[in-house]
T-cell receptor, first 114, second 114 residues
Framework: DTGVSQDPRHKITKRGQNVTFRCDPISEHNRLYWYRQTLGQGPEFLTYFQNEAQLEKSRLLSDRFSAERPKGSFSTLEIQRTEQGDSAMYLC????????????FGPGTRLTVT | QKEVEQNSGPLSVPEGAIASLNCTYS??????FFWYRQYSGKSPELIMSIYSNGDKEDGRFTAQLNKASQYVSLLIRDSQPSDSATYLC??????????????FGRGTSLIVHP
């Protein structure tokens, strides 16, 4: 079991560009979560998949953010027309289908928008 | 707006002492409660989960849940300098789509000094 992996680990982009992040969950974990975390704050929920279905999406999330999980395996998070306020750590977590909802986090992708 | 409140600290305790971390939540219907530890520059890692009223012990850690008071706590016995980190409380709050959204507090910074 290799744990949750995220790619890239760091991304620097210019304002207005689109970026895409990838998350590979622990194998056989059916739930996958995306969060955004800024300094001094806890992780802020963005969206959640159970298998390939996107069950919840934060109402705080603008239409510039979209996520997919084709075939219920890896997931991608895309941010269109990035803004400086999007600079943050983007965390992915997965959870097993045992009803515990315990989450295992990846190392995160640090996004810097210049 | 579902809220999970934690004192940001820092909480400073001497090595060997008991550290007590507290968390309150606003939605009475919340299910599943978690404590995560986050070292500076790292992603959160699961310490404890608790689902029913009472105490749950795992090694030096004890989680306590009181649903009537909407209160969950974490006790760390025999605190070690390696326990110095930010401790995040997470609560699964009911969402409009019928599932539960993990909501994190901003975390409490713990410093264990020799």
């Amino acid at each position: 079991d290799t744990g949750v992996s995220q790619d890239p680990r760091h991304k620097i982009t210019k304002r207005g560009q689109n970026v895409t992040f990838r998350c590979d969950p622990i194998s056989e974990h059916n739930r996958l979560y995306w969060y955004r975390q800024t300094l001094g704050q806890g992780p802020e929920f963005l969206t959640y998949f159970q298998n390939e279905a996107q069950l919840e999406k934060s109402r705080l999330l603008s239409d510039r953010f979209s996520a997919e999980r084709p075939k219920g395996s890896f997931s991608t998070l895309e941010i269109q027309r990035t803004e400086q306020g999007d600079s943050a750590m983007y965390l992915c977590a997965s959870s097993p289908p045992d009803g515990t909802y315990e989450q295992y986090f990846g190392p995160g992708t640090r996004l810097t928008v210049t | 707006q579902k809220e999970v409140e934690q004192n940001s600290g820092p909480l400073s305790v001497p090595e060997g002492a008991i550290a007590s971390l507290n968390c309150t939540y606003s939605d009475r219907v919340s299910q599943s409660f978690f404590w995560y530890r986050q070292y500076s520059g790292k992603s959160p890692e699961l310490i404890m989960s608790i689902y029913s009223n009472g105490d749950k012990e795992d090694g030096r850690f004890t989680a306590q849940l009181n649903k009537a008071s909407q209160y969950v706590s974490l006790l760390i016995r025999d605190s070690q300098p390696s326990d110095s980190a930010t401790y995040l409380c997470a609560v699964n709050c009911p969402a409009s789509g019928g599932s539960y959204i993990p909501t994190f507090g901003r975390g409490t910074s713990l410093i264990v000094h020799p």
